[in-house]
């Protein structure tokens, strides 16, 4: 397998199918927002397990039927978000970028991201001077700088008011299930304890 495959490859494909499944809103009709669609494999799944109407809009670099094609973080600057229940972030590596703009717009939606960090996986200097570090503390000992990255994407998270959020590990895959923002407030204790984590 090449590095290319490996990169648009779902692993973990069940491990993703079930967080979502798991954490779909109430509601019969659900409008989803998938910024790193591919073939839509994932959503597809979902839709064979669920007896909801989900109505998936994709986006992806290359276009593989009625997927958006082009650059995600232009597209999520010039979308109204409001109008999906969720946003889907299953992203090789860290979603910062869009991420960045679904916080400016204040999104209050479910999102679903994917945190990949290699061994030697450099964070982003954004989101690192973010949560408090120089761009020279940084450029004097990356490596440093780079350590624990899921501790450092929480504070991120929590920085920009995510209260919430159940994590999925596997391996250096991290699969996180963030709730809307009315949810954050309520007994997500409760939530997490009815779905079995």
């Known amino acids: 397998m090449n590095k290319q495959q490996i990169k648009t490859d779902n692993s973990y494909l069940n491990s ?7 954490h779909l809103p109430d509601q019969q009709s659900i409008k989803v927002l998938d910024c790193f669609a591919g073939r839509s494999r994932i959503w597809k799944e979902i839709k064979k397990k669920s007896n909801k109407n989900i109505n998936v809009v994709g986006i992806d670099r290359i276009s593989y039927g009625s997927t958006l094609k082009g650059d995600n973080v232009k597209y999520l600057k010039g979308m109204n978000l409001d109008k999906y229940d969720i946003i889907d972030l299953d992203a090789y590596g860290v ?8 916080f400016k717009k204040k999104y209050k939606g479910i ?7 290699s061994i030697f996986g450099r964070l982003p200097v954004r989101m690192l001077t973010k949560i408090g570090y120089t761009k020279n503390m940084i450029k004097k000992c990356p490596t440093l700088f780079n350590r624990n990255g899921i501790e450092k994407f929480k504070q991120y998270l929590a920085i920009n008011g995510i209260k919430k959020i159940i994590i999925i590990n596997k391996n250096n895959k991290k699969y996180l299930y963030i709730p809307s923002k ?4 309520k007994a997500f204790r409760d939530i997490i304890n009815k779905r079995g984590y």
């Open 16 to 22: 993703k199918i079930n967080l979502r499944v798991n």
């Open 111 to 117: 999102l679903f991201v994917t945190f990949v960090q």
């Open 182 to 185: 009315p949810l954050q407030d």
């Open 95 to 102: 979603p910062f970028k869009q991420l960045e703009i679904i």
